[in-house]
């Protein structure tokens, strides 16, 4: 990659006039061209191939997806490939196939039957490879223990399993029999569990006695007891995979062994077939507010946007060692880590525990050892890389590493370019890859052959997806103006419902544009000269600072791009005078003292990145913010601190609870 222009994000001599409701400030000059090399092999390798192809995609979206949906196995082929009643869409009406058939079964007449499905390795150090036949085997067989466990198509299971090969192994084992599986993150509280159970109607949990994590053992079946104690639930049986050797209790009647299931059944199982709008997964989603939504994926669409990007996206190449660090808990681990690597053939690495155990350096030996040529991880982590220091990855040889991608929240350009530099050596690019539970697979984003990249923005639509930026009316907006985030076409891997209620359907999503049939995202955006995207966050966090709305995600950039800052989170705080004041609570890099100085010093830092509009009212130290388990900030507890309230609601979600005391004890 080559930066064609080198300057660093300059403030503007004047903020850029902007007509439209959401101001940026922020200029970012660097722009990053493939490489040569890597364009010549690259599935898409040039702007031109692109442009082309998009605008006939999105021209015809029933064509475009209708031609690539050829590439999945079908027991039987479809008669129509859309039908949108807005705002509910059927893909493929007609067509039947089996998910795990097509992430499988496939595989296993060519030379991928023994080419490595998963290579995993346990926080202890233990590594294990099952093949593409070794999986299908595995499979088969789980799929017939939960039908001993009387597990039909359509019933709900819930998965709440640690990193290991068998929480895949359950995922595609509901595929493979029609059962709807609703992973819960093994993070999750006995409480979560409990309310995933009571709202998907579940009657079977598939477990394991612990995981490990930083050193110790998770109570995953503990866990589990606690959830179903009170007989809540319509839970009937919950089978227990042997992980950690802790004790654990077993239920006489309900809970059974995995491994002396596996003593009972066969390892033939013929996959059951599916429509292509039969359930897949349930896979729960908190919103800012209220309970958590189960968002509804169904077969075809899904397994079709999940396969074609996983191939685009990250290009794939028969030889490619690929390693998406998500939890099979998100989104992100359905779609990168199970069935788009999958059911393209891939290799997929996945690792149990924590980044930073028994050292700092765990990712980075682990691309060493096994020889990852992509990686695919959240801002959050490589923030949080940044902290520990670069003598970490720096002992390691990454040269084998092609490609690099994010995803999860908007990535600073300061953390963007420690990833190129450091992770990257200046060599390989990075996919910035926007998207959303709901919508399946990525949506904006670049393709590596093709896309020049600037650091921070997720650049363009991927094909057969109309992305645009629009003002409250629904007319799109003019270049470097503010609005929101729509897509305005169905695509075939968007939720199909909020599980047993239509109505929060229809409010969440599709209420804001109504009239136009356009998907409401909830978040903020602009779009450059060049048309790319950029996320200003969340439209729900926009701040309105003296008549000015401002985005947090360019104000928190603006912090981490100064040299003592590893992460920052911006929340808006009363004020009396200006209606919304900035407070942003701030960690500094390791090494990095707290003072009144520096408070000053950022406010000044922030002043020149984005103009003194922006300069924050409050800064916090903190040692760390308040994250959701999938590393999203907390910003609801942070605005009530910043507004010295005392923090209430639910905070089921937070990862480290101690994080609040210690927040609510500083000062501003
Ligand atoms: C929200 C969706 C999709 C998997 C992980 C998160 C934010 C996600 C980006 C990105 C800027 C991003 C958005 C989005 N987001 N990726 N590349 N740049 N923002 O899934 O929990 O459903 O969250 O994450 O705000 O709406 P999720």
């Known amino acids: 990659m080559s930066a064609k222009n080198k300057k660093k994000s300059t403030p503007p001599a004047a903020a850029p006039a902007i007509a439209a409701n959401i101001e940026s400030h922020m200029v970012e000059n660097r722009v990053f061209k493939p490489a040569k090399e890597f364009a010549k092999k690259a599935h898409v ?18 064509k475009f997806w209708g031609g690539l949906a050829r590439e999945l196995d079908w027991r039987k082929k479809w008669k129509q490939v859309l039908e949108w009643k807005a705002p509910f869409a059927k893909w493929f009406i007609g067509g039947k196939l089996n998910v795990a058939e097509n992430c499988l079964d496939r595989h296993l007449h060519g030379p991928k039957k023994n080419k490595a499905a998963i290579i995993w390795e346990g926080e202890p150090g233990e590594s294990r490879t099952l093949t593409y036949a070794q999986l299908h085997r595995e499979v088969c067989r789980f799929a ?23 929480a895949a192994i359950a995922m595609l084992a509901c595929a493979r029999i029609g059962a709807i599986h609703s992973v819960v993150f093994g993070g999750f509280s006995a409480e979560s569990i409990k309310d995933r159970a009571n709202d998907s109607g579940a009657t079977c949990i598939v477990t394991a006695d612990g995981g490990y994590r930083r050193g110790a053992i998770v109570p995953l079946k503990h866990n589990v007891d606690a959830a179903l104690k009170d007989g809540s639930t319509k839970v009937k049986h919950v089978i227990v995979f042997r992980r950690a050797h802790n004790e654990v209790h077993i239920e006489e009647g309900r809970d059974v062994w995995w491994h002396r299931e596996l003593e009972y059944v066969s390892a033939v199982c013929p996959a059951v077939e599916m429509d292509s709008e039969d359930p897949l997964f349930i896979l729960y989603t908190s919103g800012s507010t209220g309970k958590p939504k ?89 923030r949080a890389f ?97 609005g929101k985030l729509v897509v305005r076409k169905p695509w075939p891997s968007m939720l199909r419902a909020v599980w047993g209620d239509k109505a929060r359907y229809k409010e969440a999503y599709w209420s804001e544009f109504k009239k136009q049939g356009f998907y409401f995202t909830g978040d903020g955006a602009r779009r450059d000269k060049d048309g790319y995207f950029w996320i200003v966050g969340r439209i729900d966090d926009v701040l309105n600072v003296a008549g000015h709305r401002l985005g947090t995600a360019e104000i928190e950039s603006a912090l981490v791009s100064h040299e003592s800052v590893a992460e920052a989170a911006v929340v808006g705080c009363p004020d009396e005078i200006k209606g919304q004041g900035v407070a942003a609570f701030v960690t500094l890099k390791t090494g990095q003292t707290p003072t009144d100085k520096l408070k000053e010093e950022l406010r000044k830092h922030v002043a020149n990145a984005i103009g003194p509009i922006a300069k924050p009212d409050q800064i916090r130290f903190a040692d760390a913010l308040p994250k959701t388990r999938s590393g999203k900030i907390m910003r609801r507890l942070l605005k009530q601190i910043a507004s010295g309230q005392t923090v209430t609601g639910d905070t089921t979600t937070l990862e480290d609870f101690s994080i609040l005391a210690r927040l609510q004890s500083t000062e501003e």
């Open 45 to 62: 390798s040039s702007m031109d191939e692109y442009r082309s192809l998009w605008k006939k995609s999105v021209r015809n979206p029933e």
């Open 144 to 166: 017939n223990v939960l039908k001993r466990n009387k597990v039909k198509k359509g019933d709900r299971v819930l998965i709440y399993m640690p990193m290991i090969p068998e």
């Open 294 to 382: 189960g968002i509804l994926h169904t077969t075809a669409g899904y397994l079709l946007g999940a396969y074609v990007t996983t191939k685009y996206v990250f290009d794939l190449r028969p030889d490619d060692i690929y390693w998406c660090t998500a939890d099979v808990g998100w989104i992100t681990g359905h779609s990168y880590l199970v069935y788009g690597p999958l059911a393209n053939g891939a290799t997929s690495i996945m690792y149990e525990g924590a980044p930073n155990w028994p050292e700092s350096d765990r990712f980075w030996k682990i691309i060493a050892d096994h020889g990852v040529t992509i990686l695919y991880t959240a801002p959050t982590a490589i």
């Open 386 to 482: 940044i902290k520990w220091g670069d003598q970490w990855p720096a002992r390691h040889d990454l040269t084998s590493l092609r490609l690099l991608g994010t995803v999860g929240e908007p990535i600073n350009p300061e953390a963007w370019m420690w990833y190129h530099q450091k992770i990257g050596g200046g060599r390989c690019p990075i996919v910035d890859t926007w998207w959303q539970t709901e919508t399946g697979a990525i949506m904006i984003t670049p393709l590596p052959g093709a896309t020049p990249t600037k650091p921070g923005t997720a650049t363009l639509p991927f094909f057969g997806i109309d992305a645009a930026i629009v003002d409250d009316a629904g007319n799109e907006v003019g270049p470097n103006e503010g």
